[in-house]
């Protein structure tokens, strides 16, 4: 990856490194380490270093790789950046460290891909949280995107901007793009009002949702709904089918509007320092990898960034028309194909391959966010949160099985099934397997979180500060595991007792 200079027939200058990690960075890679802390007897001969959700913490990251000794693989789970300070240092880091990490794609990591690949829905949401977690600055300086377009709409179109929001910079600029992405994805998360035209009764409720000065024009009850729905009590079914009507009957954007979308979609899509930087943070475009006992390793260990998704009676479930490891190899396969018709795109600027792939790079659209996408497994609720109260009970995401019975599930017949089904899927052993995750931070105390009888381990310890400031690697070796702590830089065992099913089996956590 270029860390200077110009790319050949461009105009932009690739993007730069601070200086303060550069020395650091180069021992990294030359794998030298001062005074590295002594591995565990326990642990055996170190086979992996293990990290995930580094959300752009650098600093923490990496001062606990130079307390470490050198591992022969680094495997990272994924969602490199957001929320932390350091996006360039990020993905630099898991480069230049030797040997280089192997990076998987979380989901956070796709909404990166997505916009560069042209999304609009994408595009614009990577702009919201950008702005929503005050990397604006970023945007500008090291990618090159101008912000000037969101600013003018939001002078004019938000200037009493309704909701909860958190941008220090302009809280009207993170408004007016968390409305424009609500918008964009209404087709995508609410297809079942895809048809739907909102009367001008349902216009004027919705537009109150996100001015203050629209609440005027109320007419009848509309106000009386308006107050229902974001009041502070839990919203009854009628009054939570009538939000999604909202929010998902406005699917068209005004010149204005489409103008904005259209700007940042090009603007990612055209940076040749984006595309780099992108690049660095896929690495080879996997989503999953393996540690086998055949390799040394205590288990037959599965490795991704969320889990594998499943239905509700323990068997795989179909993803993009296929299951299992073909699911997840067909998905590989399309970020790679898309990343190369991208690649093709900025070196030569023929948008061929853009146009021959356009169906794989729509379908990705759904891969940070989709409820059945294996990266998230979950019902994004950005709608809700922007301007409804948390009592309303829509803040709370909808989960698949994975997270509401595999992790937490004491039956070892769901467990056994669930294991045989994933194993055979995967070439793995049933009675071995252990299936390694993070996207979901234990953020009380940074724990290693134990479910499904020993057989599922969630190792998102909440490196970013949002998410509890604490953070650790999982460290694998021929004779167990452990963790270590980012926080304090101790060791502590990883006890799956994989074998016990029953009472006790229930999810824990390890401090």
Not at 148 to 160: G, I, M
Not at 174 to 196: C, V
Not at 204 to 228: C, K, N, P, T, Y
Request: net charge negative.
């Amino acid at each position: 990856m270029r860390t200077n200079g110009i790319r050949p027939g461009t105009e932009r200058a690739a993007m730069t490194l601070k200086p303060e990690y550069k020395k650091r960075f180069i021992d990294l890679h030359r794998r030298l380490r001062t005074a590295p802390l002594t591995l565990p007897m326990g642990l055996g001969r170190p086979l992996a270093l293990v990290s995930t959700d580094t959300h752009a913490e650098v600093e923490r990251c990496l001062t606990g790789l130079e307390r470490l000794p050198i591992f022969d693989r680094h495997i990272d789970l994924g969602d490199k950046l957001d929320r932390g300070p350091e996006p360039l240092a990020a993905t630099h880091m898991l480069e230049v460290t030797n040997p280089p990490a192997h990076r998987l794609i979380g989901n956070h990591d796709a909404m990166w891909i997505g916009a560069g690949l042209g999304i609009p829905r994408l595009a614009i949401e990577l702009v919201r949280w950008l702005m929503r977690y005050n990397e604006q600055n970023f945007l500008v300086n090291e990618m090159g995107i101008n912000l000037n377009p969101l600013e003018r709409y939001a002078e004019t179109r938000f200037q009493d901007a309704r909701g909860h929001y958190k941008a220090k910079l302009s809280t009207k600029m993170e408004a007016a793009a968390t409305y424009l992405k609500i918008i964009a994805e209404a087709p995508y998360r609410f297809p079942e009002h895809r048809r739907t035209e909102l009367n001008e009764s349902e216009r004027r409720v919705r537009d109150a949702l996100f001015h203050h000065s629209a609440a005027m024009a109320f007419r009848g009850g509309e106000r009386e709904r308006f107050e229902r729905l974001t009041g502070e009590d839990r919203l009854e079914t009628e009054d939570e089918l009538y939000f999604y009507r909202l929010m998902g009957g406005l699917r068209e954007f005004t010149e204005e509007e489409q103008t904005v979308v259209d700007h940042f979609t090009r603007a990612f899509q055209e940076s040749h320092a984006y595309f780099q930087l992108i690049e660095c943070m896929v690495g080879r475009g996997d989503i999953y990898t393996t540690l086998r006992m055949s390799e040394g390793a205590p288990y037959d260990m599965l490795l991704t960034h969320a889990g594998i998704p499943i239905t509700e009676s323990g068997d795989l479930a179909v993803y993009n028309g296929f299951k299992g490891q073909e699911a997840f190899t067909a998905l590989e396969n399309d970020i790679r194909m898309a990343i190369t018709a991208w690649r093709w795109f900025i070196e030569t600027g023929d948008r061929a391959l853009l146009e021959a792939d356009a169906d794989i790079i729509d379908r990705l659209g759904d891969l940070p966010w989709g409820a059945e996408s294996p990266l998230y497994m979950r019902q994004m609720q950005t709608a809700a949160r922007a301007v409804l109260n948390e009592a309303s009970g829509l803040y709370e995401e909808p989960e698949g099985p994975f997270f509401t019975k595999w992790t937490s599930s004491t039956d070892p017949h769901f467990v056994h099934h669930v294991c045989r089904e994933i194993s055979s899927s995967f070439g793995l052993d049933s009675r071995r397997l252990v299936i390694v995750h993070g996207h979901k931070p234990e953020k009380k105390q940074g724990a290693f979180v134990v479910g499904a009888g020993g057989h599922d381990l969630n190792i998102d310890a909440g490196t970013a500060k949002s998410y509890g400031g604490h953070g650790a690697f999982l460290l694998v070796g021929t004779n167990g595991l452990y963790k270590f702590s980012l926080d304090n830089h101790n060791f502590s065992p990883v006890n799956l007792n994989i074998e016990f099913f029953g009472q006790g089996a229930q999810a824990r956590a390890l401090v």
